[in-house]
C-alpha cells in the first residue's frame, strides 16, 4: 500500500500569497481570503541605513531587535504614508517623494 500524497491532494486549492505591510498591527495585504487583488500599493524599505532606521521608528519597530528584520521583501503599504508624498504616474505606477 502506497500512503505518499501527491501535491495536488495534499492543497488542492492555490492561495495567492503576496506582500504584506510591516507596520505594527496593519494587517492590509495585496491578495484578500479569496485570492483576489486588494486595491493597496506597497513601498520597500529604503537600503539606506539612516532612513531605514527612519522608517522602522515611523512604524514603531526595530531592525533587528524582537524578532523584525528588514529584508529585501520588508513593505509598508500606501496607508502610512501622506497623499502628498506620494505621486501615481499617468501608467499606474506609484513613487514616494524624493527622501523620504
Known sequence: MDESLSAEEISPVRVKRGKYCAA???NNSAYDAN??????HFFEFPKDAQRRNRWCT???QRHRQDGFVV???TVLC???FRAEDIS????G???LR???
Open 24 to 26: 505594527f498591527g496593519c
Open 35 to 40: 485570492g483576489s487583488r486588494t486595491s493597496h
Open 58 to 60: 515611523l512604524i514603531k
Open 71 to 73: 529584508s529585501s521583501s
Open 78 to 80: 500606501h496607508e502610512h
Open 88 to 91: 501615481k504616474k499617468l501608467c
Open 93 to 95: 505606477r506609484w513613487d
Open 98 to 100: 524624493k527622501g523620504l
